[in-house]
């Protein structure tokens, strides 16, 4: 069993900054692909990032490519997501995922995840 809580939402300004982490509990954390999640209002939970156990492999959607970076601390049992250059858009409650299925591959389908977060609110607002 793995138990995941968010940190680091809140209220930011359009191009402003933010740092997502993901603190995860159990020892075998570094074998799960993680990933983070959004969900907005009214639309469906849609897919952010994802990174294998080892960080070799990383997958983004493509509205956040070139803004957002996903990374993993597994001596820390941790995953973040920084996200640059912010637009109200990105306005969700963001989640942590785990595939503890998976090492190596990561998907973009939320069902293929077996663990999650709470989530964390992202506000991108003047």
């Known amino acids: 069993q793995v138990q995941l809580v968010e940190s680091g939402g809140g209220l930011v300004q359009p191009g402003g900054s933010l740092r997502l982490s993901c603190a995860a509990s159990?020892?075998?954390?570094?074998?799960?692909?993680m990933a983070w999640f959004r969900q907005a209002p009214g639309k469906e939970r849609e897919f952010v990032g994802g990174i294998s156990w080892s960080g070799s492999r990383i997958r983004y959607a493509d509205s956040v490519k070139g803004r957002f970076t996903i990374s993993r601390d597994n001596a820390k049992n941790t995953v973040y997501l920084q996200m640059n250059s912010l637009r109200p858009e990105d306005t969700a409650v963001y989640y942590c995922?785990?595939?503890?299925?998976?090492?190596?591959?990561?998907?973009?389908?939320?069902?293929?995840?077996?663990?999650w977060g709470q989530g964390t609110q992202v506000t991108v607002s003047s």
């Open positions: 995922a785990a595939d503890r299925d998976r090492m190596v591959v990561v998907t973009t389908n939320s069902k293929t995840y077996d663990y």
């Open positions: 159990g020892r075998t954390f570094s074998s799960y692909t």
